[in-house]
Nanobody
Framework: QVQLVESGGGLVQAGGSLRLSCAAS????????MGWFRQAPGKEREFVAA????????NYADSLKGRFTISRDNAKNTVYLQMNALKPEDTAVFYC???????????????????WGQGTQVTVSS
């Protein structure tokens, strides 16, 4: 069993930055890949970014490349999402998730992740 707790969300003006954190517990953090997803009101949950167990592989949604950066600190059991140049359309609940079956990959589909956090709200005002 794995517990994931997101933090760092909040209200920010367009053009601002936020760094989300996801703290993991319950299993060896370095044994699984991690992903970030988001869900805006009335929309499906969508892929944001993912990182392999070692950090050597990363994937990003094409529309977010250059603005968002995923990283992890295995010593702190934490994965991060640095978000820059935020836009109102980035407003969503952001979720982190853990993938045990493909730790060497940075999977992009929701059904590839077994464990999910409760989410943290990000609101970007115009």
């Amino acid at each position: 069993q794995v517990q994931l707790v997101e933090s760092g969300g909040g209200l920010v003006q367009a053009g601002g930055s936020l760094r989300l954190s996801c703290a993991a517990s319950g299993r060896t953090f370095s044994s699984y890949a991690m992903g970030w997803f988001r869900q805006a009101p009335g929309k499906e949950r969508e892929f944001v970014a993912a990182i392999s167990w070692s950090g050597s592989n990363t994937n990003y949604a094409d529309s977010l490349k250059g603005r968002f950066t995923i990283s992890r600190d295995n010593a702190k059991n934490t994965v991060y999402l640095q978000m820059n140049a935020l836009k109102p359309e980035d407003t969503a609940v952001f979720y982190c998730a853990a993938d045990f079956e493909r730790p060497w990959q940075a999977a992009t589909r929701t059904n590839e992740y077994m464990y999910w956090g409760q989410g943290t709200q990000v609101t970007v005002s115009s």
